[in-house]
Structures are given as structure tokens and as C-alpha cells.
């Protein structure tokens, strides 16, 4: 399977200015060369290489490796806008925003990430230095940093491109690793239901609850802070809001890798499957109180349920996807199903057999149960492949200036926790 590790560059400052350069010269010819697939609408790769592989290389300096990339990047933007199109997410045909994105060429950030293959860039790793291809010449000895278990994985599976990339003035890689997978566990002896919430981020069928007080805590501060700092709009309150503007994601995606690395490790110590619910839409179907939908909108329930399938599979520990449906409303000792039942959002009272439990504990073991008949009745793990091409394009977001639409390598990156 494939990974993802994403380690920190540490250039001198020549250095920084020659990766700098590098960026800012392979975005602006990504930007024509998208405007020419737009233009001449040629959007396969061998196609509009004959269009613009010569001019790229005279005009902007670029390698025949890097403009050969330039080109490539282009046409996986396009090919990303398409699939967003035909599945609806940028709105009905005919609709402003579909409009928008179909009426303009997609567009490159300055800083959008670059992909880099084995001519253009070598690792020594034992040494953690790398040489790396620019437009002012091949550098060499580039410090980068990476924990001792990202460096063995570095050293053991690297294979296939890598990604260069800035964000907030620091300088990342993005590898892609090929890791083994553990064989898939075809007879599990139960499954664990986890039961995704806001007050409580995960609860198990076990019984245990990994609350989100603290996490609910801190998104509620910050949300304050970033209000008064708005309010101010003075340089030093932007320069302070553009210094916070990622805390609050990167504290919630630490604590997602968390209790998704225990979530795995306890199913694979007894030999049971995963039971998660199927919340695809939720953001679309629920209709909320202007109150709480701050507090819905920041909800990575998404994040925590990819992060447990990608490390599932890595494990070999099987996962299912249930129907939510009345999950909250059912008894998991008799299964009756009343609106009653859920007395409040902590506590579940059954109106017909009296059973008493935590609410989301009642939920997580109607999910293990829903699974296990699902499983018996022949369903197939649905933990899928971990988020490869959406990781290895951190901050390589190409968007049509209005749309915003992403292209097939962008997201979030899957580090090898």
C-alpha cells in the first residue's frame, strides 16, 4: 500500500531562494500551459506536450524532466475537474459556481507544490541531506528533518515520485513509500462498533469514550479569538491571525491520528473487525440552529474515519461501514426503536424494556451488531486504499480562480504515524 511521509527541508537561505524561484517559475508555466489546454481544449498529457514542451523549456528554463511534470500536473487538473464535475460537487450544470468553473482556465497557486522523480532529486538518508534539481542549477546537501520511524520507512519503501512544497514560510517533501499490508483478517470473532460524535469524538462498543471536551474547548476559543482579531483588522491582528490559522487543524488532526492508531491496535489485539457508520452527506442532510453550526462545520468526523481505514488496512483489520439510521433511537438489548428513547444527548432509556446506558455506548453497539449481520450475510471490507494522490499533493491546490476546484493531487497529507 501507499504511503505518504512528509518531512521538513531546512535550506540555508541561498538554498531557500533557489527552491523559492523553482516554485514561482513551475506555477506560472503551469498557469500557461493551462490556459493553452483551455484554449485549444487539449487536456491529454501526450497531446499538449506538443503544444507547449518546447516553449516551456526556452521560456522559463525549465528541465526536460520538470516541464515534462509541468505538463503532466496541468492535465491531472483537469482531470480532477471533470470527475468534480460529473459528480455534482461543483454544483448543478447551468448553476453560478459550475459556471465559474467550467468558464475559466484552471488556475496554480505561486506556492503550489512541484512533483519531483529520481533524476531530479536523490536522498541520502543516513545523512539527512537530499539534492534536488532548481532552476538556478542542481543543490546539493539540503537538510531535511524526519522522526526516527519516518526515516525507516524512508529508507526501507520510498519508491516513486516526491513533492516539493512551501507553506507558511517552511519547506516540506511529500514521499510516497510503497509499505507492506498485513494479510486482510477474513474471520473476524466480532467486530468493534465506534459510534463518531462532537461532545464525545469516538466511543467504543467496549465502553470507552474518548471525549472531546478539550478539543471542543480549544475550537471554541479559537473561534473567539479569531473573532476579536477580525473585529481589530489591524496589521499586527492579521499578522497574528495568518500566524493561528492552522493550529486548530493541526491540534485536531494529532488528536484524530490518536485515537485512530488505538482504535486499530485494539481491534488487531482481538482479532475482530471495525464497525463504522456511513455519515457521507450528513454536512448536507442535517439542518442546524445558527449556534451550532460552527460547531458541526469543524466536526473531522471525515478525517478520524479515514485515518482508521487507512491504518486498518495497513493492519489487515476488516472494516464495515453501517447504515446510521436511528442508531441513537434503538435499544441494543431488545431493539426497540422510539424517538423517546433518547431521554438527552448523554443518556438512553428504553420505553419498553427499561434498559439504561450512555448514549453513545447504546449507539457504538448497535453499529457492532448492524456490522456483524452485514459481514455474516457476505459484505466485503470497505477500508479503502489510504489517500495516496490526495496526500502527495499537499499544497499543490490548483483551482479555477472562482470555482476553487482542486485538482486530483491535492488534500491533506498522510503522514506515517
Not at 4 to 14: A, C, E, G, I, K
Not at 83 to 95: F, I, M, Q, V
Not at 163 to 170: C, K, N, V
Not at 297 to 326: M, N, T
Amino acid at each position: 500500500m501507499k504511503l505518504v511521509v512528509q518531512v521538513r527541508l531546512v535550506p540555508t537561505s541561498v538554498q531557500a531562494a533557489a527552491l523559492q524561484a523553482t516554485l514561482l517559475a513551475c506555477n506560472e508555466a503551469a498557469n500557461w500551459v493551462s490556459s493553452v489546454a483551455f484554449e485549444k481544449d487539449v487536456k491529454s498529457n501526450f497531446s499538449l506536450r506538443g503544444h507547449t514542451y518546447r516553449q516551456i523549456k526556452a521560456r522559463w528554463g525549465l528541465g526536460a524532466q520538470a516541464a515534462q511534470h509541468v505538463i503532466k500536473k496541468t492535465c491531472d487538473a483537469y482531470a480532477a475537474l471533470k470527475a468534480n464535475l460529473r459528480a455534482g460537487n461543483l454544483g448543478r450544470p447551468g448553476s453560478r459556481r459550475h459556471r465559474q468553473a467550467v468558464e475559466k482556465p484552471v488556475a496554480f497557486r505561486p506556492q503550489g507544490a512541484q512533483p519531483y522523480d529520481d533524476r531530479m532529486l536523490s536522498w541520502q538518508i543516513e545523512r539527512r541531506r537530499i539534492s534536488i534539481w532548481t532552476t538556478a542549477g542542481r543543490i546539493q546537501d539540503v537538510v531535511f528533518t524526519a522522526s526516527p520511524e519516518q526515516t525507516a520507512t524512508l529508507a526501507l519503501y520510498r519508491k516513486g515520485e516526491s513533492d516539493l512544497l512551501s507553506r507558511d514560510g517552511m519547506w516540506f517533501l511529500n514521499a510516497t513509500c510503497e509499505v507492506p499490508e498485513a494479510p486482510l483478517n477474513t474471520d473476524p470473532v466480532d467486530f468493534l462498533g465506534i459510534d463518531l460524535g462532537i461532545v464525545n469524538i469516538a466511543t467504543t462498543s467496549d465502553g470507552e469514550i474518548m471525549a472531546g471536551r478539550r478539543l471542543n474547548r480549544i475550537r471554541s476559543r479559537e473561534r473567539g479569538l479569531r473573532g476579536k482579531l477580525q473585529k481589530k483588522n489591524t496589521p499586527s491582528a492579521k499578522r497574528r491571525l495568518k500566524k493561528r490559522r492552522r493550529k486548530e487543524a493541526r491540534w485536531a488532526k494529532d488528536i484524530n491520528h490518536k485515537i485512530a492508531k488505538h482504535v486499530v491496535a485494539e481491534a488487531e489485539r482481538t482479532d475482530r473487525g471495525i464497525a463504522l457508520e456511513d455519515l457521507t452527506g450528513i454536512h448536507d442532510r442535517v439542518r442546524l440552529a445558527k449556534p451550532q453550526r460552527a460547531t458541526h462545520s469543524s466536526w473531522a468526523f471525515a478525517q478520524l474515519g479515514q485515518f482508521i481505514a487507512y491504518k486498518a488496512r495497513k493492519a489487515g483489520v476488516p472494516v464495515v461501514h453501517v447504515d446510521p439510521a436511528y442508531t441513537s433511537r434503538t435499544c441494543a438489548a431488545c431493539g426497540h426503536i422510539d424517538k423517546a428513547n433518547r431521554v438527552s444527548q448523554a443518556w438512553f432509556a428504553c420505553r419498553s424494556c427499561g434498559f439504561v446506558d450512555h448514549a453513545d455506548r447504546n449507539g457504538s453497539r448497535i453499529i457492532r451488531v448492524r456490522a456483524w449481520e452485514l459481514w455474516r450475510r457476505g459484505a466485503q471490507s470497505t477500508a479503502p486504499d489510504p489517500p495516496t494522490e490526495a496526500g502527495r499533493g499537499t499544497g499543490r491546490k490548483c483551482s479555477t480562480t472562482a470555482s476553487g476546484a482542486r485538482c486530483a493531487r491535492s488534500g491533506p497529507s498522510v503522514q506515517d504515524r
